[in-house]
């Protein structure tokens, strides 16, 4: 979905919802302008996970992008 089919799914289901709901819906929002963005830094498993790919392991382009 891009941002505007988001924006009017949102819009669609919040015609929907009773007034107290689109209230807690808009402060929920709101909310979420003043979280900062939660980075996960990179090699945050490093030493601890590890997994090998056999030999023969195959797997186009085309495959990776759709699974």
Not at 6 to 12: C, G, K, R, S, Y
């Amino acid at each position: 979905m891009n941002r505007a089919e988001i924006e009017q799914a949102v819009l669609t289901e919040i015609h929907t919802l009773p007034l107290d709901k689109v209230e807690a819906t808009l402060h929920f929002v709101l909310s979420l302008k003043n979280q900062p963005v939660k980075k996960r830094p990179l090699g945050l498993l490093k030493g601890k996970v590890e997994f090998v790919l056999n030999e023969n392991f195959k797997m186009t382009d085309e495959e990776f992008l759709h699974s």
